[in-house]
Structures are given as C-alpha cells and as structure tokens.
C-alpha cells in the first residue's frame, strides 16, 4: 500500500498549531456523517510491547494503555494528521474577544457505546473528574475557572487568563477522554470502559489480549473492521516473527537493528516518521547526591549521546539535548554538554562524590530503555559512578517512580503537540510528573508566562529561557528523539503513521 508520510516540515507546522482560532473566531467544520456503506469485516490483530496498567484513560499514563484507548474514546477536539486541532465530539467552538470564554457546540445524536446519550453533562462530569480528583491531566485545566453545560449541546468553559493551547490541552490525548459516569462509579472503567469512539472493549485477558469489537452505534463513519485484538509481545524479535508468520496484521514493537532491512526487503511495510517524543534520564533530587546540580551536570557531561542513541535506536532517532526535536518550529537549538569524562570527574570531585552506585531503573516493556541503561552503565564507570540496573514491568515501574524509589530512571515523553506539553508538567514545582523533584522559581515563572501567552514569538522566546535552565539545571538529561516505526502486513490498508503515536484503526480495511 502507499501512504503519505509526515516529514519533518509537517511537524514543523504541526507543532506551531496552537489554539486554532482568534479571539472572537468560530471554527465549524465535520469529519463527515455517518456511512451507510457496508463494513469489509475480519479482525486485525495488534501487537504492542506491553500491557496496559489500567483502561481507565483519566487516571492512567501508560503508552500501552493509550494505544488501546485510542480506538475506545473520543475528546471533544482531536489532533488531525498534521496535528492541527479539529472536530471530534464538538463540531464548532467560538471565543470571546478577550479569549476568556469558549463556548463549543456538541455533534448531534453522539452516544456511548451503552447506547445512553452523550450530552454536555458528560463533559462537564469528565472535566470535573480530573480537575477535582487532581488526576494525570489536571494540570491542562489550570486555567480553567469553570466548565458548564447551559443546554445539552453546549458545553462553555471559562478561563482565568488566555490559554493559546487550549484545544490541544482538550483534544491533544485520550488522558482528557469523555467518559461516563456509571461507568467510572461502577468501577468498570478500569478493564471495560465505555466511550463513544469506534470500538468498544469486548474482553480482556490480563496478561494475553484485549479484543475491541465495531461500535456500531458508533457516530463517525463504521470502522471496516468487525474488530481489533491486541496482543501484549514484549520481545520484538517475537512481534517481527508474529508478523511475518501472519499471526498478527500490525505491531509497533519491532527490533530497530533490522529496520533499515526490512524497509528494503518489502516483506512487510515498514514506515517511519519524525516523532514529538523525547527519551530522557532523569535524576532524583530528592536524593543526595543527585540534589546537587553540579552532580547531575557531571552525569551529562559523561553521556555520549551519540552512543546511546545509536545503541538503543540503530539510527531510528536524533540526539539531541533539548526536549523538542529539530523539526519543530519550537526547537531550541541548544547543546551545553559534550562528551568530556575529564569534565565529569572535576564536578564530581568538587562536590565531594567519589565511589558512587546508582541504581537505574528501566522497564522491560520498552527494551530501549535497558539498551540505552547498559551503555549509561559503561560510561558513568568512566567517571567512578557504578550503576546498578535495575529492570521492572511497566507497572512496577510506575509504581516505583510514583513512590520516589529510584536514585534514576530512563523514559521517554510521547505524543507532545504544544510547548507546554513537553516542559510544564514535568519541571514546575509540584508538577503531575514531577517525579525528580526539581523545583527552580525562575522556571516555575517562565512556564507559568508561557502558557498564557498569546504572542507566538515571546512566547518561543519565553519557552527557549525555560529551555536554557531546565538544560542548565540537568533536570532532565535529555537523549535523543525517536523516530516513529511500525510495520503491518500487505492485508492491512488504510492505516498512517502519526507524529504523535496514536494508533487509530477505524479507517482500516483488513484484506483477506
């Protein structure tokens, strides 16, 4: 098959797509009515590198779990191809000249997969659910000072100052999913949830597969597929066997040193795209030494990004030392570290450390973390400091970083779309993931100022001073950005590789 391929200059614009309209605009446009044509049938089968922690799309963060969820819900906003905003639940939305009041008008006849009604009350319930339990996304309503439903097919949400990311923060990711009441109160939520979207879970084996059947009362155009199954393969060695044996039709797990082969032999189709996501060390500042800045530049100058990145990507991938990737009209070219173990050994002698373990968590649902984790190791020994790895499951991962067990740990941020997405709820003091404890008052200022600012250029210019000190803090050690890489059979048409991950089936036809 053959599909357009988003290049670097579509991230570009797609990452300068902030709001989507002006003060006092209206946007209305639809994805389309519903067809009347026939669905084509046949279950795809997905495999992905590890198993969702929960489907509960408010209070999980897992990758793993967002890959499914995709397919299950639905935002009042979504991120088209090129990451601009547009219409999902809402089909319209205006702004208020001083750009304090949103006022979205919601698509007629939309209902749960239950067969209740999604109305305005949904969105509102959904929004105040996170806003008031203080879940995963909260920090995407800061400015929020309410949400209301004055009729059941408006929703209006106010703000305290203008929010120039506001679209993007309702529609970027399913974390801001509109979900149903019943459903949380019942508890169901976690391994059978209901949404609106395409397809609706219909079993779940932990630890083997998550099948998804057609929503038929779905409100867009039908899914061809009569479903999806996703399988949970760690070992892409495996899902590359899986697909070339035709037990799965599509997996995004597949080993990066055989890509470039793969590409070329043609077995199956192989495509790759530049990606919004940033892999990262991270270093625990509430740990001695690791409060120490000097400490954690003394790690940075250590790494050769170079290395790790070709180790863990095989060329899959750009080094880079800024979170925000070089084809973004947001990248801040920005490099303070070289590879200079002379340089470490000096920060690490003035601050007292000699002879230091750390131990290093990764998890074996992405084996670029271990990878990148062995050749860390080596070179931090350079430098006297003997790492000790530790790899988890995914979900004792989470669970360790939520506790602050763990002197460092290696993971990537993925499907960012706006600025704020790749700095705010990570380096503000307090932030949702703010798992390090990094806290710097300058910081917390310029995120504060750039995510109310209107004005694209100071606001750059105000992400770039953010950058430069969250760089020059080591708060994180950023690695590299991946490339975006998945591979399907010939049967499989209709699907697109997206910048931001999202795997969506619902316009793939499964040929027999």
């Not at 969702?52 to 990758?63: I, N, V, W």
């Not at 199954?229 to 899902?239: H, R, W």
């Not at 080596?378 to 000790?388: F, P, R, S, W, Y």
């Not at 975006?484 to 049967?491: C, D, F, I």
Request: proline letters at 5%; aromatic letters at 10%.
């Amino acid at each position: 098959m053959t599909r357009s391929r988003i290049t670097a200059a579509a991230l570009a614009v797609a990452l300068t797509g902030l709001a989507g309209c002006s003060a006092g605009e209206g946007v209305d446009v639809d994805r389309g009515s519903p067809s009347a044509g026939p669905a084509v049938g046949g279950t795809l089968t997905a495999a992905i590198g590890g198993e969702p922690d929960q489907l509960d799309p408010h209070r999980t963060s897992a990758y793993h779990s967002f890959e499914v969820l995709e397919n299950v819900y639905d935002t009042l906003v979504e991120p088209n191809a090129d990451l601009t905003m547009g219409p999902a639940l809402a089909t319209r939305w205006t702004t208020s000249s001083d750009q304090l009041t949103w006022t979205f008008t919601l698509r007629e006849g939309v209902t749960f997969s239950d067969g209740s009604p999604l109305t305005s009350e949904d969105v509102v319930y959904s929004y105040q659910r996170i806003i008031r339990e203080k879940l995963n996304a909260s920090f995407r309503f800061a400015t929020v000072k309410s949400v209301t439903a004055p009729d059941p097919a408006t929703v209006v949400v106010t703000l305290t100052a203008p929010t120039p990311n506001l679209l993007a923060n309702l529609g970027g990711y399913k974390g801001v999913a509109i979900v149903e009441k019943s459903n949380v109160e019942s508890g169901a939520i976690k391994t059978r949830p209901v949404g609106s979207g395409p397809f609706t879970v219909a079993g779940y084996t932990a630890g083997d597969t998550i099948k998804l059947a057609r929503n038929d009362a779905y409100w867009g155009q039908k899914p061809k597929l009569d479903g999806v199954t996703f399988t949970f393969v760690k070992d892409p060695t495996v899902a590359l066997q899986n697909l070339r044996g035709g037990e799965v039709q599509w997996t995004d797990n597949l080993p990066p040193q055989q890509v470039p082969a793969l590409k070329e032999a043609g077995e199956v189709t192989v495509e790759t795209t530049p990606s919004t996501d940033y892999w990262y060390l991270a270093l625990n500042e509430r740990r001695k030494p690791y409060d120490d800045a000097n400490v954690r530049r003394a790690v940075a100058f250590a790494l050769d990004r170079e290395a790790i990145t070709k180790a863990a990507k095989f060329g899959q991938a750009t080094a880079n030392q800024t979170a925000i990737p070089r084809g973004s009209s947001w990248y801040y070219d920005y490099a303070p570290y070289r590879h200079d173990p002379d340089q470490a050994r000096r920060l690490l002698g003035g601050a007292g450390v000699t002879g230091r373990t750390m131990d290093l968590m990764v998890t074996s649902e992405y084996p670029e973390t271990v990878t990148a984790a062995q050749v860390i190791a080596a070179q931090l020994a350079e430098v006297g400091i003997t790492v000790k790895i530790r790899t988890l499951d995914f979900a004792q991962w989470l669970d360790e970083q939520g506790k602050g067990n763990f002197d460092a740990f290696l993971l990537g941020w993925l499907g960012n779309i706006d600025p704020d997405d790749f700095y705010y709820a990570q380096h503000r003091t307090g932030g949702t993931f703010n798992f390090h404890g990094y806290s710097n008052p300058t910081v917390d200022t310029l995120l504060d100022q750039a995510r109310t600012q209107t004005d694209e250029g100071v606001r750059k210019q105000t992400y770039e001073r953010a950058a430069r000190q969250i760089v020059d803090d080591a708060s994180y050690i950023y690695l590299y950005n991946p490339d975006v890489v998945q591979g399907w059979s010939a049967k499989v048409t209709g699907y697109r590789v997206r910048a931001d991950r999202a795997i969506r089936f619902r316009d793939v036809a499964l040929g027999r």
